[in-house]
């Protein structure tokens, strides 16, 4: 059993991984600004900010791992790349693992790239997909001390398209990953399950990876 905490573990991606996590038989804290309003049987809530680190300290002092699953949107919005230098601060020099939940826009659409970023991608998502970018940036800088790894969905992704639980997923590399027919696609279920195999399993040290069918 390992002890993970999830920040913006109320939100879509952090939710999906607080459920699964916790269906592993995991100690599973979510941190939030707010209660929540369909909160996960067995797992701990947290109110409190990314942005305010230390009355969150003792709590995420005794995990064994840390996700970030805050996403760059409303009083969030310029917010989040303060939020992750904060919690690289307080975890480096420590055993504890942080996991970086990122977008699909960073993604390579090939082994040499480009990323998909750079090609036809919708305008009111650059924001977003901006932050993720320098969000890996700033995890490929810290201490190589600090364990991390840092997660690409596919390219739809979301509570638009929640699609189910299949407990199954391929790992891309830095790859977009696409189907037969060239469509990206990843339940917020099985991304969950992508994220807690890697708490487990560990297979991606200071690096990236993409999920998809």
Same mark, same amino acid.
Do not use: N
């Given at each position: 059993?390992?002890?993970? #905490?999830?920040?913006?573990?109320?939100?879509?991606?952090? *939710?999906?991984?607080?459920?699964?996590?916790?269906?592993?038989?995991?100690?599973?804290?979510?941190?939030?600004?707010?209660? &929540?309003?369909?909160?996960?049987?067995?797992?701990?809530?947290?109110?409190?900010?990314?942005?305010?680190?230390?009355?969150?300290?003792?709590?995420?002092?005794?995990?064994?791992?840390?996700?970030?699953?805050?996403?760059?949107?409303?009083?969030?919005?310029?917010?989040?790349?303060?939020?992750?230098?904060? #919690?690289?601060?307080?975890?480096?020099?420590?055993?504890?693992?942080?996991?970086?939940?990122?977008?699909?826009?960073?993604?390579?659409?090939? &082994?040499?790239?480009?990323?998909?970023?750079?090609?036809?991608?919708?305008?009111?998502?650059?924001?977003?997909?901006?932050?993720?970018?320098?969000?890996?940036?700033?995890?490929?800088?810290?201490?190589?001390?600090?364990?991390?790894?840092?997660?690409?969905?596919?390219?739809?992704?979301?509570?638009?398209?929640?699609?189910? *639980?299949?407990?199954?997923? *391929?790992?891309?590399?830095?790859?977009?990953? *696409?189907?037969?027919?060239?469509?990206?696609?990843?339940?917020?279920?099985?991304?969950?399950?992508?994220?807690?195999?890697?708490?487990?399993?560990?297979?991606?040290?200071?690096?990236?990876?993409?999920?998809?069918?």
């Amino acid at each position: 059993m390992a002890r993970i #905490v999830v920040l913006g573990g109320t939100g879509y991606a952090g *939710r999906h991984i607080v459920a699964e996590a916790v269906s592993r038989g995991h100690a599973v804290t979510a941190v939030s600004r707010s209660a &929540p309003t369909d909160p996960v049987e067995g797992a701990t809530y947290v109110q409190g900010s990314a942005l305010d680190l230390p009355p969150l300290a003792a709590t995420i002092a005794e995990a064994d791992a840390v996700v970030s699953a805050l996403s760059p949107r409303g009083d969030m919005t310029d917010s989040v790349l303060d939020a992750l230098t904060g #919690v690289v601060g307080l975890l480096t020099g420590t055993p504890i693992r942080l996991g970086v939940v990122g977008g699909a826009g960073g993604s390579l659409v090939a &082994p040499e790239g480009p990323r998909l970023f750079d090609l036809d991608f919708p305008e009111e998502y650059k924001h977003e997909a901006q932050v993720g970018i320098d969000s890996l940036a700033l995890l490929e800088e810290t201490d190589p001390a600090l364990d991390w790894f840092f997660i690409h969905p596919a390219e739809v992704f979301g509570p638009w398209a929640e699609g189910e *639980r299949t407990g199954h997923y *391929r790992d891309g590399g830095d790859v977009l990953v *696409r189907d037969a027919e060239g469509k990206s696609f990843i339940s917020g279920a099985d991304f969950a399950v992508a994220v807690v195999d890697e708490i487990e399993q560990a297979a991606h040290r200071r690096e990236r990876f993409t999920v998809g069918y």
